[in-house]
Nanobody, 118 residues
Framework: QVQLVESGGGLVQTGGSLRLSCAASGSMSPINIMGWYRQGPGKQRELVAL??????TNYEDSVKGRFTSSRDNAKKVFLQMNSLKPEDTAVYYC?????????????WGQGTQVTVSS
């Protein structure tokens, strides 16, 4: 079982920055992909950024050039968020994907609130 613990959310003004961190623990097969999703008020959960073990990152279009996802090692991922906008307000969830036995297993953190004031 994989446990994901996020930290670093909070309240920031428009144009400010925040850095989210996520650490995985537990008995697990190697994590193949790790990253972030978010869910804003009244919205569906959406992908923000996912980073492979090779360091390749896929970003949602609205965060390109402002957010940077990085992996410190196989079990940690960070999201540096710059030039934040009110529309970035959401609960941010850490996600880990493990390919095992032909299946893709998804694991989620509990979420951390990011609020950007105008």
């Amino acid at each position: 079982q994989v446990q994901l613990v996020e930290s670093g959310g909070g309240l920031v003004q428009t144009g400010g920055s925040l850095r989210l961190s996520c650490a995985a623990s537990g008995s697990m097969s190697p994590i193949n992909i790790m990253g972030w999703y978010r869910q804003g008020p009244g919205k569906q959960r959406e992908l923000v950024a996912l980073t492979t073990n090779d360091g390749i990152t896929n970003y949602e279009d609205s965060v390109k050039g402002r957010f940077t996802s990085s992996r410190d090692n196989a079990k940690k991922v960070f999201l540096q968020m710059n030039s934040l906008k009110p529309e970035d307000t959401a609960v941010y969830y850490c996600n880990a994907k493990i390919y095992l036995g032909g299946r893709l297993l998804d694991y989620w953190g509990q979420g951390t609130q990011v609020t950007v004031s105008s």
